[in-house]
């Protein structure tokens, strides 16, 4: 499929008394950059009991663990969790859901869709030449995201090393942080334009830091505004969440805005799939989330309803099946 | 609990109003001519003359009397550099009368016309406002509306602080006492009062979340405490597998909820507020509707929401009226929307009264829900502009 081939004998070509291999929809639409990731949860591993349930618990990372409760949660155990999980990224969204619809179909009997999550607008950028897109709070997202193009960074931040002897199999592969955060939105909306910066700490229109230069540069959170307070606010989102006071920790965002329609007031049920790729979740995420939870201006406007933490394994090479060298 | 933080001690920056406003006063002035004053100017209209007694003024709160030398009826305008906007005028002043004009001016050229007889372009000067540390502040009669909102709002916090503490001493003997229907029966009766002023109390972020968590607030390793952990044990009923606090427990949490109480009600005597903090409560109070009672969130245990709804929308209502007519002169459309909107708002609320109080939010229908939450929403869209009204 990521080659814009059909599944099995296609949507057209197969024998008219059988219902066709292939569902159809992404009949002439080209492969539209469509990329899989497959990720591993710790339920696969053991159960709820801590029982091995497929005689693979021996090779559970360590750092493959539920995540903690975060304040704030408000988790919908329909939309969080899962065995495994298939991300599946295209430029057109009718590619992804046919990608996703056809593995789901292949398989039925060995595996059962717990949740899935639609989103749209890219918030991150991955390369430095991409712009940054914007959230559904109208600002950028994902500026100090790390790029493709820094090769340490992402050994540093992204990579597995061969740290853990558990978990031989996950080095070069990364784990996959999911987390659907709804924005209130009507309420956000009605938040003076001085303030909604204040909150972020930086422009909603050049994502330039309030400390002033260009979206790249480096935020000064030292640096004195009125009332002696910093220009920053001491809650500002990209001070609590700043590499700086998380050990230097940064994350790979590949999320997305979603709206999944209207709640039952009328307001919009939308927000941010947040989606981030780690070395480790218990340097490079916990830490960050618990700071955002407890001191972070934006989580008055947030409700986190689901959350997922995933082993992704590293890439599949001709020949191989994906999660090779966890099954070996 | 909630993370809404209110500026309330002048926190909040002030962007000095660029819109300069003026009020004329009907009473001659019985400063005109004091020398010591150089932004007290004096402005001599005649038949064919407008003398300024100073061709510049640091900027700030500029009053010009103006006396009518002439034999017509004048008019005395203060206009922008380009001499087309009219930043501030007095009209109607009779002959030989002196009326004053009061103006927040900032730095900057502006053009002076005396306009006798009320014709034409009238007769053009310059004045020059230059730089000054002088805070431009605004004229006398809407700093009394000012003061007035300011006093008014801290004896409010004051008073709902005073009944707070009173009521949640009642409480806490009851609930120690094992009086569990009186204590149940108290337990809105006194949120209503912490309700009234959320967004006050919750400025104090170190006691809002010893007071007002809810359980899933917390964060790894926090103890629970306050109104929400003793709301459980009097309701426990929506609790899976729940053990009821013994007395000891009970008497712990309790002294504790009324020992932060206390010092609540301490500190809030410190407090002051400045208009736009008052409208800013306003609108925060509204916020806390729209994101935790209409949703029913916020009593879980007890299903109390509609009184906590109500008070909020009482404290937001306070708030507005004391800065009512600032707004009123400011943006009278505003002003009458939001009196209209807190009304509707009112009916709403008061169809559920039940008793002294209201009914339980499980009771409340989808549609009534819904109808609440698009009266929340009217009222919040014009409430998000009465700060900048106020300061306007």
């Known amino acids: 499929m990521t080659a814009g081939e059909p599944a099995g004998t296609g949507a057209i070509d197969g024998d008219v008394r059988l219902p066709p291999d292939d569902t159809g929809e992404a009949l002439d639409l080209p492969a539209s950059g469509l990329t899989l990731t497959f990720g591993f949860g710790p339920s696969l591993f053991r159960d709820a009991e801590g029982r091995d349930r497929f005689g693979l618990a021996d090779r559970q990372p360590e750092a493959l663990r539920d ?59 991955t390369s430095t030449s991409q712009s940054t897109p914007r959230n559904l709070f109208g600002f950028k997202d994902g500026t100090a995201n790390v790029k493709a193009e820094e090769t340490a960074a992402l050994d540093e931040h992204v990579w597995v090393g061969d740290d853990d002897p558990r978990a031989g199999w996950l080095v070069g592969g990364s784990y996959l942080v999911a987390r659907r955060i709804n924005m209130t939105i009507e309420v956000w909306d009605r938040q003076p334009l001085g303030d909604q ?25 030292d640096m004195p505004g009125s009332n002696d307070q ?16 998380h050990g230097g920790a940064r994350m790979l965002r590949r999320g997305y805005n979603f709206v999944d329609g209207s709640n039952a007031l009328g307001g919009l049920d939308a927000g941010l799939f947040f989606i981030a790729y780690v070395r480790d979740p218990g340097t490079h995420f916990v830490p960050v989330q618990l700071a955002m939870s407890k001191s972070d201006a934006l989580v008055e406007y947030l409700e986190f309803t689901g959350s997922a933490l995933f082993a992704v394994p590293p890439g599949v090479g001709p020949g191989e099946h994906v999660g090779q060298s966890l099954f070996a | ?48 003359a407008c003398t300024l007694s100073a061709a510049e003024a640091p900027a700030g709160t500029l009053t010009f009397d103006v006396t009518n030398s002439g034999d017509q009826v004048t008019e005395f305008y203060l206009l922008d550099e380009d001499g087309l906007r009219i930043v501030a005028e007095v009209e109607n002043i009779g002959p030989s009368i002196t009326r004053a004009l009061t103006v927040n001016a900032p730095a900057g050229s502006y053009v ?53 503490l009173e009521k949640t001493e009642e409480f ?63 309701w426990p009923q929506r609790a899976e597998d729940y053990t009821a606090l013994t007395d000891a427990e009970r008497a712990t949490y309790a002294d504790d909820l009324l020992a ?20 800013n409560g306003s609108r925060g109070l509204l916020e806390e509707v729209a994101t935790g009672k209409v949703t029913g969130e916020e009593e879980y245990w007890s299903r109390t929401d509609l009184w906590d709804f109500r008070a909020n929308v009482d404290g937001a ?63 919040s869209e014009p409430l998000s502009r009465l700060t900048a009204a106020v300061l306007s």
């Open chain 1, 197 to 221: 910066e204040a909150f972020v700490g930086r422009t909603k229109g050049t994502g330039a830091p309030l400390s002033g230069g260009e979206e790249m540069s480096e935020p000064d959170f």
């Open chain 2, 112 to 164: 002076t016309a005396c306009k006798p007889g009320m014709t034409g372009e009238g007769i053009r000067g310059e004045l020059t406002v230059t730089e000054s540390d002088d805070e431009v502040e605004v004229s006398s009669d809407e700093q009394e509306l000012v003061e007035a909102a300011e006093a008014n709002y801290a004896a409010y916090v004051e008073d709902q602080s005073a009944q707070l």
């Open chain 1, 230 to 245: 910093p220009v920053i606010a001491t809650d500002a989102h990209v001070r609590v969440v700043h590499p700086d006071v």
């Open chain 1, 67 to 125: 995540l903690p409760h975060f304040p704030g949660d408000i988790l919908d155990p329909a939309r969080s969790g899962g065995d495994l999980c298939i991300q599946a990224c295209a430029d057109d969204p009718q590619v992804a859901v046919h990608a996703v619809r056809n593995l789901a179909r292949l398989g039925f009997g060995t595996v059962s869709v717990r949740w899935s999550q639609l989103g749209f607008g890219r918030t991150s950028t």
């Open chain 2, 317 to 379: 209502r306070v708030a507005y009226e004391g800065v009512q007519p600032i707004v009123s002169e400011k943006d009278a459309e505003l002003a009458d929307q939001l009196t209209t909107r807190f009304e509707e708002l009112q009916v709403l609320l008061d169809a559920q009264r039940e008793g002294d109080g209201f009914v339980a939010y499980d009771e409340l229908t989808p549609e009534q829900i819904k109808e609440f939450s698009d009266s929340v929403n009217a009222l």
């Open chain 2, 260 to 279: 932060h109480t206390e010092e609540l009600d301490t500190r809030v005597q410190e407090l002051t507020y400045t208009v736009d903090a008052i409208a």
């Open chain 2, 172 to 234: 806490v003997g009851l609930y120690k006492d094992g009086d569990d229907a009186a204590a149940r029966a108290l337990y809105p009766v006194a949120r209503t009062h912490w309700e009234r002023i959320e967004t006050v109390a919750e400025s104090f972020g170190d006691l809002d979340p010893l007071m007002d968590a809810r359980e899933a607030d917390l964060e790894p390793g926090q103890e629970w405490s306050g109104w929400h952990l003793i709301e459980k044990d009097l």
């Open chain 2, 1 to 48: 609990m909630n993370r809404t933080l209110l500026a309330l001690c002048g926190a909040t920056a002030l962007v000095a109003t660029l819109g300069a406003c003026g009020t004329e006063s009907t009473a001659p002035s019985d400063t005109s001519g004091d020398a010591g004053d150089v932004q007290a100017l004096t402005v001599d209209s005649s038949a064919d």
